[in-house]
């Protein structure tokens, strides 16, 4: 599209350890014309999660890794600026994997359009989109909550947790969640309204959890790895359920620490499962149409961490590595002219 | 019954690493008469089993520990001498809970005829007693094995292992033992017909497991726990079940080592499940009535160490936790009659 620049972040160099600013190349280039089926999109909101972290590795994973000099990829959320394809007009605001740039050519069937009026749109990257998805499928696929039962959710202001652990509550079970620091553990017990929250930066955490779970935990919905997973693990009742949804605390290590003795899964029958979301792709429509109307009456609550600027990915992922962000971390790329 | 003494086995105290025979008592004391609803036998053979290590600890476990002073518990098979219910005469030939002890009062709910015709007695004790629905519980409702996946299985030639590879190989399964030794690692090719099997003693297991699965490994039976496990762990697919049955390498040691990181798990999306066989109590006719034609017709293999005399219990028992054993370990205590 002549004289339509665009700018994105491609992969400089793997990194080593945290993600730099300078593993990335700010490229510019002119945005392509969309060819038939095609649509040109402008980037408003680009959504930063924890998986991202893998896409850098050149580790075996469940998905292919960003090459060097690729483009970063990513969920996001555009405008339709340029339309080959009937299904989209320009004004059209659509959800996708997009990737980290201010301007997409995306194929018509790779894009969701979205209702401007059914939720903020930014809603539809964090307990709407992607991460309320996970918590949905984990809980439905895999925790199985039952009422009466304890529920424990680490990184419990997430994403993922702060969706996962409403619906536990939503089940009728005790909640108890595992956040770092103090602000964000009222958060989780005052607006999430879980039954307790555990600071995971006291020093006995061991402890801290025992005391917060008298009955034991029968589900743990698990984000976190380390030092929070050998407490919840250690306190698993029989026949409990272990969501692995993700290990955020080692997602920056090149070698992996030791986990568990899994002696205790056998004597207490336990059952460990790995989540993908995108393995169930009907939870994405379901999740949508059974939580859109709990986020416009309110019942159901999330916060969000903000930054702007495409050129500020990076440091946006740092902080959702690190615990840095509260609630879904986003990247504003432009204004939402709608 | 005035005159008739039975021999029992007590804990005299709880074992520190391997059981020794000083563990044990020998205590003789005069055979009670059977109470109403009560029958008295005497014992013929009595089952030596991995699990039986958990009992000697104080440890938390999904069973009460045997106490300082008390017989050691067991399944065992017996002939009833006497009998004070109507459901059992003398002569009968029993299988039950008997504990470590050559003749025992038993409530009669808690025993089961058996058809000493249908099978050689001490079968009941092995491919189709407890041993045996564990494993088919285990492929059942946790390995859920499809024709053409593979299926690894620890301890192979052991009184569980051999059951469940023979049942993956039913379901159209490449089936890969691992053993300890080659005269194991023969017969469970040879009798067994696994498709392959691995000598855990050789120096590299990791290299050698790696090529007999070149798809990688569907289903882990898991009997054993240690540098087994992490060989096989290292080698799953993206969603295999891992059948979480015993960890018996680990069985005699007071601390337990670390075990896998668990990111794995996320991004293969496995599922890691523990089983003990009492949980579905309708598996144990379910396995005898499918079995029984197999273990007649002789398609269903299995082998059998036996020691003779109830004190050599302890013996026995440290064979079983240091594979010294071949297949199923039975100690005869009497003669059977029958």
Redesign the interface.
Same mark, same amino acid.
């Given at each position: 599209m002549a004289g339509l620049l665009r700018r994105s972040l491609v992969l400089r160099r793997r990194p080593d350890g945290e993600p730099q600013p300078e593993d990335f190349d700010i490229v510019e280039s002119e945005v392509p014309d969309p060819g038939l089926g095609e649509v040109v999109t402008r980037t408003i909101w680009l959504s930063i999660d924890p998986y991202m972290r893998?896409r850098l590795s050149d580790r075996a994973?469940?998905a292919t890794p960003v090459q060097i000099g690729e483009v970063m990829t990513g969920e996001s959320i555009g405008e339709v600026v340029a339309s080959a394809d009937p299904g989209f007009a320009a004004g059209d605001v659509v959800v996708g994997s997009r990737g980290w740039q201010t301007h997409s050519l995306s194929k018509a069937a790779a894009l969701t359009r979205l209702d401007r009026d059914a939720a903020p749109l930014q809603a539809n990257l964090g307990v709407l989109g992607m991460p309320g998805t996970t918590a949905y499928s984990g809980m439905k696929d895999i925790g199985n909550v039952k009422a009466g039962e304890t529920v424990v959710i680490s990184a419990a202001s997430g994403a993922v947790g702060s969706v996962a652990g409403q619906l536990a509550k939503r089940a009728g079970a005790r909640v108890v969640g595992i956040a770092g620091g103090p602000e964000k553990c009222i958060w989780v017990q005052e607006a999430l309204r879980f039954d307790d929250c555990v600071d995971h930066r006291v020093p006995h955490l061991q402890q801290a959890l025992a005391d917060a779970c008298p009955n034991g935990i029968d589900v743990y919905f698990e984000n976190v790895?380390g030092e929070v #997973?050998a407490a919840a693990f250690a306190l698993l009742n %029989?026949f409990a359920r272990v969501v /692995?949804?993700? /290990?955020v605390a #080692?997602y920056n290590e090149s070698r =992996? &620490? %030791?986990? &568990?003795?899994?002696? =205790? *899964? *056998?004597?207490?029958? *336990?059952? $460990?499962?790995?989540? $993908?979301v995108s393995?169930k792709p009907e939870r994405v429509a379901e999740w949508r149409a059974l939580a859109s109307p709990w986020v416009r009456d309110g019942s159901l609550h999330y916060r969000e961490t903000v930054v702007d600027g495409l050129e500020n990915a990076p440091t946006a992922l740092q902080m959702v590595l690190s615990g840095g962000n509260f609630g879904k971390m986003l990247v504003r790329v432009g204004p939402d002219r709608g």
């Open positions: 893998g994973s469940y790895g #997973q %029989p /692995m949804c993700g /290990m #080692q =992996f &620490p %030791p986990g &568990p003795n899994l002696g =205790f *899964v *056998v004597g207490k029958r *336990v059952r $460990i499962e790995g989540l $993908i393995d």
